[in-house]
């Protein structure tokens, strides 16, 4: 299963059932787990860890050092979980010391040709991010949130769970999840009520999200008036909870 063209250090730990295509190169301290499939030309180094049944196209770069300066060699990490589609050239940096040390990959997320996940970065679970999709460093995507095309995500920046953006956004706040966000600034447009539906939201939970963006968003109230209303409906819909830990964890200010 592993070409006879690919170079495989003797150090790397690769599972029984892996593929392994035609030039591929695979570093010392790389570990990937049953069931993937690489492809050919894929270089993944560093201290890397894949899961199990992923699928990784041509020509993706993994585990490389981080494009940061400040970086001196650490052995820090690149982790990705089990199921994710990782399409031609896609590009996920190592860690920095200065932030935890890890970039980490979440379970059955798509990632479209040519992503960049920078240094740092967090990715949950289930995500589709369209071609061309820069995170900067450290940031943090949230379960189901999807990226459209050349959508362009501003180091430290937050994106909420459930949330989508439009192709070509440029995000340097952070979104809370569940909104639709679109532009340059990138600025809301409602709530992805059609996702929710997707994934079996009741329709008292969609109607409860809806009113908790009307708080942020049409009551013209302070923010922290907006996260009060937000806490006071929470006992009774449990799925507003994600705004609250968002609002716990932001540090840029969110999109307006």
């Known amino acids: 299963m592993i070409h006879e063209t690919a170079i495989i250090h003797p150090g790397a730990k690769i599972a029984e059932g892996v593929e392994i295509g035609p030039f591929s190169l695979i570093g010392e301290h790389v570990e990937i787990g049953a069931g993937t499939v690489v492809a050919s030309h894929v270089v993944i180094k560093g201290h890397t860890t894949i899961g199990r049944d992923n699928r990784i196209f041509q020509f993706c770069s993994l585990g490389e050092i981080p494009q940061d300066k400040k970086y001196a060699g650490e052995p820090t990490r690149l982790e990705i979980g089990d199921r994710n589609t990782i399409r031609e050239y896609c590009n996920f940096n190592i860690g920095t010391e200065q932030d935890g040390g890890v970039t980490r990959i979440g379970d059955d997320n798509w990632f479209m040709a040519s992503v960049h996940i920078g240094h740092d970065c967090h990715v949950g679970n289930t995500t589709i991010m369209a071609n061309n999709v820069t995170l900067g460093g450290h940031v943090h995507v949230g379960d189901f949130a999807i990226l459209g095309g050349m959508a362009a995500v501003h180091q430290f920046c937050i994106i909420g769970a459930h949330c989508m953006a439009g192709g070509g956004s440029i995000i340097t706040q952070d979104i809370p999840p569940y909104v ?36 942020l968003y049409r009551q013209n109230l302070a923010l922290e008036d907006a996260r009060q209303a937000i806490a006071d409906a929470v006992a009774a819909t449990p799925e507003l909870q994600l705004f609250l830990d968002f609002f716990a964890r932001s540090k840029r200010g969110i999109i307006r």
């Not at 679109?182 to 009741?202: A, V």
């Open 180 to 215: 639709i966000a679109n532009g340059s600034p990138c600025t809301p447009h409602g709530i992805n009520s059609e996702g929710l539906r997707r994934r079996g939201f009741s329709a008292e939970a969609i109607m409860a999200v809806k009113r908790a963006y009307k708080a």
